[in-house]
């Protein structure tokens, strides 16, 4: 948040990191998932200029981190399950709206296509906010 729009600077670093991170289960209360969700709001709100171009590549994890938590069979509680799809949910609306709209034309395939209610009530969220 300190920085603002000069996190811009480490965008190349910080999403290797954030992409990191989105993969890997860290244990029942995935603080570390959780956390990395929120940082990731930040940053497209900041630098929301250069969300464009890195979409393909955050949709893609975002989705597959989504698909994921949906398939865990572990030990992960369900209230933090939901805090996962929320998080990646917020981060997806919030792609959409510094890329006018491009995330909602993609993800009508994947909607289209998906029969997993939890992973098609993501989608729906995200369609529906304007």
Known sequence: SRLGILIARHLKRLERVILGYLEVCDGPEE??????????????????????????T????????????HTDQGST???????????????????????????????????SSCEENRVRECIRKVQENT
């Open 31 to 56: 603080e570390s998932r959780l956390g990395i969700l929120e940082t990731l709001q930040c940053v497209i709100e900041h630098a929301w200029p250069r969300m464009p171009c890195r979409l393909p």
């Open 58 to 69: 955050l949709l893609k994890a975002l989705l597959k981190m989504i698909w994921d938590v």
């Open 77 to 111: 509680p369900e209230p933090v399950k939901a805090a996962l799809l929320q998080g990646a949910t917020d981060c997806l609306i919030l792609l959409d709206r510094c890329s006018e709209g491009q995330v909602k034309v993609l993800l009508e395939g994947v909607y």
